[in-house]
T-cell receptor, first 114, second 109 residues
Framework: ETGVTQSPTHLIKTRGQQVTLRCSSQ?????VSWYQQALGQGPQFIFQ???????GRGNFPPRFSGLQFPNYSSELNVNALELDDSALYLC?????????????FGPGTRLLVL | TQLLEQSPQFLSIQEGENLTVYCNSS?????LQWYRQEPGEGPVLLVT?????EVKKLKRLTFQFGDARKDSSLHITAAQPGDTGLYLC?????????FGTGTRLTIIP
């Protein structure tokens, strides 16, 4: 069984640039959720994708967008990067059953915005 | 708004001692998950509790879900240096997980 994988592991960008982060879900899972974890804090929910559509969104601006592909992998795109976007971005996969499912996390992508 | 409060935020104890971490909320969750996270890595699932009053044991770790499904506790018996890490509780309701503030545990050999 393959776990959740994310790429790249680390990334450095400058303010105003755009970034794309990638996630492959665990085999057998059809749902991907993205979280942002700032230093010293718990992860914050960005959004979830199920059946290639957004299935819930947290309190993040529209410059945070995503995609899910037919193989259930997903991308997180962030436009017009700001210094506060520096964080660990976590992807989690699960099998959709209508809510409350256990989510399994990838190792994360560490993004630094200068 | 932080829906899940964890206490204590920091805990440093000697190897062999027992400890309890609490996770409290005013909201009801359909399930509650406990994770452990190492620096620079993603959270690793320890347990999921679903039923009010449920108790689950994982070797020296005992997890309890409150009767009203609003709170939970993690008890570690005879702590070892390998237990050092950030412990996160997360409540599941609809599509998202709401994480607690985390408890950073350090076990001193």
């Amino acid at each position: 069984e393959t776990g959740v994988t994310q790429s790249p592991t680390h990334l450095i960008k400058t303010r105003g640039q755009q970034v794309t982060l990638r996630c492959s879900s665990q085999s057998g899972h059809n749902t991907v959720s993205w979280y942002q974890q700032a230093l010293g804090q718990g992860p914050q929910f960005i959004f979830q994708y199920y059946r290639e559509e957004e299935n819930g969104r947290g309190n993040f601006p529209p410059r945070f967008s995503g995609l899910q592909f037919p193989n259930y992998s997903s991308e997180l795109n962030v436009n017009a990067l700001e210094l506060d976007d520096s964080a660990l971005y976590l992807c989690a996969s699960s099998f959709h059953r209508g809510g409350g499912e256990t989510q399994y996390f990838g190792p994360g992508t560490r993004l630094l915005v200068l | 708004t932080q829906l899940l409060e964890q206490s204590p935020q920091f805990l440093s104890i000697q190897e062999g001692e027992n400890l309890t971490v609490y996770c409290n909320s005013s909201s009801v969750f359909s399930s509650l998950q406990w994770y452990r996270q190492e620096p620079g890595e993603g959270p690793v699932l320890l347990v999921t509790v679903v039923t009010g009053g449920e108790v689950k044991k994982l070797k020296r770790l005992t997890f309890q879900f409150g009767d009203a499904r609003k709170d939970s506790s993690l008890h570690i018996t005879a702590a070892q240096p390998g237990d050092t890490g950030l412990y996160l509780c997360a409540g599941a309701r609809t599509e998202k997980l709401t994480f607690g503030t985390g408890t950073r545990l350090t076990i001193i050999p």
